[in-house]
Protein backbone atom coordinates (compact mmCIF):
# COMPACT_ATOMS: atom_id res chain seq x y z
CA UNK A 1 0.00 0.00 0.00
CA UNK A 2 1.43 3.73 -1.08
CA UNK A 3 1.29 6.24 1.66
CA UNK A 4 0.93 10.11 0.52
CA UNK A 5 3.54 12.24 1.79
CA UNK A 6 1.98 15.28 3.89
CA UNK A 7 1.40 18.79 1.57
CA UNK A 8 4.18 21.44 2.35
CA UNK A 9 3.71 24.14 4.34
CA UNK A 10 2.99 27.03 2.58
CA UNK A 11 6.48 28.60 0.56
CA UNK A 12 7.04 31.39 -1.68
CA UNK A 13 9.35 31.98 -4.39
CA UNK A 14 12.70 33.75 -4.21
CA UNK A 15 11.26 36.73 -5.73
CA UNK A 16 8.62 36.92 -3.13
CA UNK A 17 10.95 36.18 0.17
CA UNK A 18 12.70 39.44 -0.97
CA UNK A 19 9.83 41.42 -0.96
CA UNK A 20 8.94 39.34 2.27
CA UNK A 21 12.04 40.32 3.67
CA UNK A 22 11.87 43.73 2.87
CA UNK A 23 8.48 44.25 4.70
CA UNK A 24 10.25 42.81 7.69
CA UNK A 25 13.30 45.22 7.96
CA UNK A 26 11.10 47.84 8.09
CA UNK A 27 9.17 46.02 10.75
CA UNK A 28 12.80 45.19 12.31
CA UNK A 29 13.36 49.27 12.01
CA UNK A 30 9.82 49.98 13.85
CA UNK A 31 10.41 47.86 16.74
CA UNK A 32 13.95 49.41 17.18
CA UNK A 33 12.45 53.05 17.10
CA UNK A 34 9.89 51.55 19.73
CA UNK A 35 12.19 50.52 21.96
CA UNK A 36 14.34 53.22 21.62
CA UNK A 37 11.76 55.30 22.93
CA UNK A 38 10.23 53.37 25.12
CA UNK A 39 11.58 54.91 28.60
CA UNK A 40 9.15 55.59 32.37
CA UNK A 41 6.65 58.17 31.70
CA UNK A 42 6.41 57.29 27.92
CA UNK A 43 2.36 55.89 26.91
CA UNK A 44 2.15 53.28 24.65
CA UNK A 45 -0.01 55.18 22.39
CA UNK A 46 3.02 57.06 21.82
CA UNK A 47 5.02 54.17 21.19
CA UNK A 48 2.26 53.38 18.59
CA UNK A 49 2.76 56.40 16.40
CA UNK A 50 6.27 56.05 16.41
CA UNK A 51 5.69 52.52 15.04
CA UNK A 52 3.18 53.86 12.73
CA UNK A 53 5.51 56.77 11.09
CA UNK A 54 8.08 54.58 10.34
CA UNK A 55 6.28 52.13 8.50
CA UNK A 56 4.57 54.46 6.72
CA UNK A 57 7.84 56.57 5.74
CA UNK A 58 8.86 53.45 4.59
CA UNK A 59 6.44 53.06 2.21
CA UNK A 60 4.95 50.15 4.17
CA UNK A 61 1.23 49.79 5.80
CA UNK A 62 0.61 48.96 9.32
CA UNK A 63 -0.71 45.42 9.53
CA UNK A 64 -2.27 45.49 12.57
CA UNK A 65 -4.15 48.97 12.19
CA UNK A 66 -8.26 48.07 11.24
CA UNK A 67 -7.42 44.21 11.49
CA UNK A 68 -10.90 42.74 12.14
CA UNK A 69 -10.97 46.50 14.27
CA UNK A 70 -7.97 46.61 16.15
CA UNK A 71 -6.93 50.42 16.50
CA UNK A 72 -3.29 50.04 16.74
CA UNK A 73 -0.33 49.29 14.80
CA UNK A 74 1.34 47.84 17.43
CA UNK A 75 0.35 45.37 20.11
CA UNK A 76 1.55 46.91 23.22
CA UNK A 77 1.37 44.27 26.23
CA UNK A 78 2.50 44.98 29.48
CA UNK A 79 3.46 42.66 32.34
CA UNK A 80 0.40 40.36 33.04
CA UNK A 81 -0.99 40.86 29.51
CA UNK A 82 0.32 38.52 27.02
CA UNK A 83 -0.72 39.31 23.55
CA UNK A 84 -3.30 41.92 21.68
CA UNK A 85 -2.48 45.03 24.21
CA UNK A 86 -4.35 48.04 22.83
CA UNK A 87 -2.33 51.28 22.50
CA UNK A 88 -3.44 53.78 24.58
CA UNK A 89 -2.83 57.29 26.82
CA UNK A 90 -3.69 55.96 29.67
CA UNK A 91 -1.14 53.02 29.68
CA UNK A 92 2.13 54.81 31.10
CA UNK A 93 5.46 53.13 31.47
CA UNK A 94 7.01 52.14 34.79
CA UNK A 95 10.32 51.48 36.02
CA UNK A 96 10.61 47.41 36.01
CA UNK A 97 7.88 47.16 33.64
CA UNK A 98 7.92 44.36 31.39
CA UNK A 99 6.79 45.59 27.85
CA UNK A 100 6.12 43.28 24.83
CA UNK A 101 5.69 44.70 21.44
CA UNK A 102 4.58 43.10 17.98
CA UNK A 103 3.99 44.71 14.77
CA UNK A 104 3.70 44.08 11.18
CA UNK A 105 3.95 45.35 8.07
CA UNK A 106 2.91 45.10 4.75
CA UNK A 107 5.14 45.91 1.76
CA UNK A 108 4.29 45.33 -1.63
CA UNK A 109 1.55 43.29 -0.89
CA UNK A 110 3.33 40.73 1.34
CA UNK A 111 3.28 41.28 5.16
CA UNK A 112 6.38 40.90 7.85
CA UNK A 113 5.51 39.87 11.48
CA UNK A 114 7.42 39.87 14.50
CA UNK A 115 7.49 40.45 18.12
CA UNK A 116 9.91 41.35 21.33
CA UNK A 117 9.91 41.81 24.89
CA UNK A 118 12.44 44.39 26.73
CA UNK A 119 12.88 45.67 30.43
CA UNK A 120 12.01 48.87 31.28
CA UNK A 121 15.08 50.15 33.19
CA UNK A 122 16.30 46.98 35.19
CA UNK A 123 14.44 44.13 35.50
CA UNK A 124 13.81 41.46 38.42
CA UNK A 125 15.49 37.99 38.21
CA UNK A 126 12.57 36.49 37.55
CA UNK A 127 11.59 38.79 34.82
CA UNK A 128 14.78 38.67 33.41
CA UNK A 129 14.83 34.94 32.90
CA UNK A 130 11.22 34.82 31.93
CA UNK A 131 12.34 36.79 28.77
CA UNK A 132 15.76 34.93 28.10
CA UNK A 133 13.68 31.69 28.42
CA UNK A 134 11.48 32.85 25.86
CA UNK A 135 14.06 34.08 23.83
CA UNK A 136 15.65 30.67 23.99
CA UNK A 137 12.55 28.88 23.04
CA UNK A 138 12.11 31.37 19.85
CA UNK A 139 15.61 30.23 19.08
CA UNK A 140 14.97 26.72 19.29
CA UNK A 141 12.17 26.76 17.05
CA UNK A 142 13.74 28.61 14.42
CA UNK A 143 16.83 26.04 14.51
CA UNK A 144 14.57 23.51 13.42
CA UNK A 145 12.90 25.04 9.79
CA UNK A 146 14.95 22.83 7.92
CA UNK A 147 13.73 20.73 4.71
CA UNK A 148 12.07 17.71 4.72
CA UNK A 149 11.18 18.41 8.54
CA UNK A 150 7.58 18.69 9.70
CA UNK A 151 5.18 21.36 11.01
CA UNK A 152 5.47 19.74 14.90
CA UNK A 153 9.20 19.76 14.93
CA UNK A 154 8.86 23.38 15.25
CA UNK A 155 6.95 23.04 17.66
CA UNK A 156 8.45 20.49 19.70
CA UNK A 157 11.81 22.11 19.78
CA UNK A 158 9.53 25.21 21.07
CA UNK A 159 8.81 23.36 23.80
CA UNK A 160 12.53 21.50 24.32
CA UNK A 161 13.72 24.67 24.32
CA UNK A 162 11.49 26.33 27.26
CA UNK A 163 12.71 22.79 29.21
CA UNK A 164 15.85 23.87 28.73
CA UNK A 165 15.53 27.23 29.97
CA UNK A 166 13.99 25.69 33.30
CA UNK A 167 16.84 23.26 34.29
CA UNK A 168 19.11 26.30 33.15
CA UNK A 169 17.25 28.94 35.51
CA UNK A 170 15.85 26.87 38.38
CA UNK A 171 12.45 27.90 37.87
CA UNK A 172 8.95 26.51 35.96
CA UNK A 173 7.38 28.58 33.12
CA UNK A 174 4.09 28.58 31.73
CA UNK A 175 3.88 27.56 28.28
CA UNK A 176 0.61 30.13 27.34
CA UNK A 177 -2.05 27.62 26.41
CA UNK A 178 -4.26 28.15 22.69
CA UNK A 179 -1.74 30.57 21.35
CA UNK A 180 1.48 29.99 18.56
CA UNK A 181 2.28 30.77 15.53
CA UNK A 182 0.96 31.05 11.95
CA UNK A 183 1.57 30.94 7.95
CA UNK A 184 2.27 34.10 6.72
CA UNK A 185 2.72 35.99 3.27
CA UNK A 186 0.28 37.72 1.39
CA UNK A 187 -2.23 37.60 4.49
CA UNK A 188 -1.08 37.88 8.21
CA UNK A 189 -2.48 34.84 9.64
CA UNK A 190 -2.50 32.02 7.13
CA UNK A 191 -2.62 28.19 7.96
CA UNK A 192 -1.46 26.24 9.35
CA UNK A 193 -1.41 27.16 13.21
CA UNK A 194 1.30 26.25 15.04
CA UNK A 195 1.37 25.17 18.34
CA UNK A 196 4.15 26.41 21.05
CA UNK A 197 4.57 22.12 22.08
CA UNK A 198 3.62 19.17 20.94
CA UNK A 199 5.26 15.77 19.66
CA UNK A 200 7.35 16.04 16.30
CA UNK A 201 7.17 14.37 13.28
CA UNK A 202 3.52 15.53 12.37
CA UNK A 203 1.69 18.02 10.00
CA UNK A 204 2.69 19.06 6.91
CA UNK A 205 6.38 19.31 5.60
CA UNK A 206 9.08 21.99 5.53
CA UNK A 207 10.12 22.70 2.24
CA UNK A 208 12.25 25.27 0.89
CA UNK A 209 10.53 28.56 0.39
CA UNK A 210 8.05 27.35 3.54
CA UNK A 211 7.68 30.62 5.95
CA UNK A 212 6.08 30.60 9.23
CA UNK A 213 5.93 33.47 12.35
CA UNK A 214 7.15 31.30 15.23
CA UNK A 215 6.07 33.56 18.50
CA UNK A 216 6.34 31.35 21.90
CA UNK A 217 4.85 32.89 24.87
CA UNK A 218 6.23 32.32 28.11
CA UNK A 219 4.66 33.19 31.65
CA UNK A 220 6.11 33.17 35.19
CA UNK A 221 3.14 31.01 36.24
CA UNK A 222 -0.29 29.44 34.68
CA UNK A 223 -0.73 28.57 30.81
CA UNK A 224 -4.23 30.12 31.21
CA UNK A 225 -5.35 33.07 30.44
CA UNK A 226 -8.36 35.58 29.73
CA UNK A 227 -9.33 38.17 27.23
CA UNK A 228 -10.83 41.40 28.67
CA UNK A 229 -13.98 42.90 27.91
CA UNK A 230 -12.27 44.88 24.78
CA UNK A 231 -11.85 41.55 22.88
CA UNK A 232 -8.34 41.60 22.33
CA UNK A 233 -6.32 41.77 25.32
CA UNK A 234 -4.91 38.86 26.56
CA UNK A 235 -4.02 38.58 30.45
CA UNK A 236 -2.45 35.60 32.72
CA UNK A 237 -5.16 34.25 34.96
CA UNK A 238 -2.95 34.38 38.14
CA UNK A 239 -1.65 37.92 37.09
CA UNK A 240 1.88 36.68 36.62
CA UNK A 241 4.07 38.21 34.36
CA UNK A 242 4.47 37.05 30.32
CA UNK A 243 6.92 37.39 27.53
CA UNK A 244 6.70 37.38 24.25
CA UNK A 245 9.03 36.94 21.00
CA UNK A 246 8.61 36.25 17.39
CA UNK A 247 10.20 36.64 14.00
CA UNK A 248 9.48 35.53 10.60
CA UNK A 249 11.16 32.88 9.19
CA UNK A 250 11.71 31.06 5.86
CA UNK A 251 13.22 27.43 5.29
CA UNK A 252 16.41 27.78 2.72
CA UNK A 253 18.36 25.08 1.54
CA UNK A 254 21.73 26.69 4.08
CA UNK A 255 19.21 26.56 7.25
CA UNK A 256 16.33 29.16 8.51
CA UNK A 257 16.90 32.91 7.15
CA UNK A 258 15.05 35.45 9.24
CA UNK A 259 12.86 37.76 7.55
CA UNK A 260 12.38 40.26 10.28
CA UNK A 261 15.49 41.20 11.12
CA UNK A 262 16.21 44.14 13.21
CA UNK A 263 19.07 46.72 12.49
CA UNK A 264 21.58 46.58 15.31
CA UNK A 265 22.97 50.34 14.08
Not at 51 to 78: L, N, Q
Not at 172 to 186: Q, T, W
Request: hydrophobic share 40%; glycine share 12%; charged share 25%.
Amino acid sequence: MAFRKPKPVPFRTSGELDVMAAAGEIVGSALVAVRDAAKVGVSTLELDEIAEAVIRDAGAVPSFKGYHGFTGSICASVNQVVVHGIPSADVILAEHDLVSIDCGAIYDGWHGDSAWTFGIGELSQADQELNDATRLSLEAGIAAMVPDGRLTDVSAAIERGTRAAERKFGRAFGIVDGYGGHGIGREMHMDPFLPNEGKPNRGPRLVVGSTLAIEPMLTLGTSDTSVLDDDWTVVTDDGTRASHWEHTVVVTEDGPRILTVRPTA
